[in-house]
């Protein structure tokens, strides 16, 4: 067996070390330790209790800095892990993404079963989903750009984020915007018109185009009753006349742009992936102190901890991390599991 990619053998023997504050009585005994310095750094850093639901506003100011290595890394493993679940329910290669939803809510009206409740709750769905991505995504280039001090590599991986986006009249066309400082911005009413895109648009008396699906300030949606395609009768049942192609054509525009191949959501949450599942020397660069210390304390048994703690000021947990991993792959998943949470009971 392996936890967070380490072999079980690590297990009986780590059992024998005792660590400063952290008995070789017993496996429990070191992880009740870990877990308890784990919430107090999580209290430290502001992210001891997550809202999923919070505003893109208290995400990015609930972004601290970092006191050490270890903090940084342990609270970029968590924006990571937010950013990449968010970005899965918007890619569309993804089991039960709110695009499939919304497709067949779609393909519901272009047979006769559709309904107007059925069709507004898919259209909130992928608007909750994006600014859910939104929200994870501004957090981590927030936390990343308070903690550029740590090492070279933390620019680097902050530039392959903003690089995942697309460019500012791409955003603009599915109700999105950057902001002065960076941060991704959502439009709920334009993203959702750009979502039913002439979906039973119709001509007026005046010779103007206008929308068959308007939503007010407040987001709720209405179908226009003189657009000659869509109609709904009282119970809220929906009867199409049109074509299956102009009845999508908006919703796979912003679909393809956010959730398809290349899509943003597939490209930042890939780079999140990777992110977790490169070399911690790589995320903090060469440069960093504690990626000299890393190095050295892998290639010791540990039985040298107390040595390999006097050449550097990392913190315990951090150092317990590299013994712990030494002939294994350290990488920031390996990191957090190990060092931090309490998975080996």
Request: without cysteine.
């Amino acid at each position: 067996m392996a936890i967070g990619g380490i072999s079980s053998n690590y297990y009986s023997t780590y059992n024998n070390y005792s660590y400063n504050g952290y008995s070789g009585n017993g496996v429990n005994t070191w992880t009740d330790n870990a877990n308890k310095e784990a919430e107090a750094l999580k209290e430290s850093l502001g992210i001891g209790s997550t809202d999923k639901t919070s505003s893109t506003s208290n995400k990015v100011s609930s972004a601290t800095t970092a006191s050490s290595a270890s903090s940084f890394l342990m609270g970029y493993q968590m924006a990571l892990e937010d950013l990449e679940a968010a970005a899965g329910k918007l890619q569309t290669d993804t089991k039960d993404n709110v695009f499939s939803k919304l497709d067949s809510a779609w393909n519901d009206i272009a047979n006769g079963k559709g309904t107007k409740d059925g069709l507004e709750k898919a259209l909130n769905d992928v608007v909750s989903a994006v600014k859910d991505f939104a929200d994870k995504y501004n957090h981590t280039v927030s936390y990343l750009k308070k903690n550029v001090e740590h090492g070279s590599g933390i620019s680097s991986q902050l530039a392959s984020f903003e690089r995942g986006l697309p460019t500012e009249k791409a955003l603009k066309t599915m109700g999105m915007s950057l902001d002065k400082n960076g941060n991704l911005q959502v439009d709920e009413k334009k993203l959702k018109e750009a979502l039913v895109s002439g979906v039973g648009a119709y001509m007026n008396d005046e010779g103007e185009i206008q929308s068959g699906i308007t939503f007010d300030a407040s987001g709720k949606m209405e179908i226009d009753p003189n657009n000659s395609t869509m109609q709904v009768d009282d119970k809220g049942n929906i009867t199409y006349t049109g074509t299956k192609e102009a009845l999508t054509s908006g919703s796979n525009f912003v679909k393809e742009s956010i959730g398809g191949q290349y899509g943003m959501a597939d490209r930042i949450g890939n780079k999140a992936t990777a992110a977790l599942d490169s070399p911690v020397t790589n995320i903090l660069g060469s440069d960093a102190p504690e990626a000299e210390a890393i190095k050295e304390a892998e290639k010791k048994d540990a039985g040298t901890y107390s040595s390999t703690k006097k050449q550097s000021q990392m913190s315990d947990s951090f150092l317990q991390f590299a013994s712990f991993a030494k002939s294994g792959a350290y990488n920031l998943s390996n990191y957090y599991a190990v060092s931090m949470l309490n998975m080996l009971v």
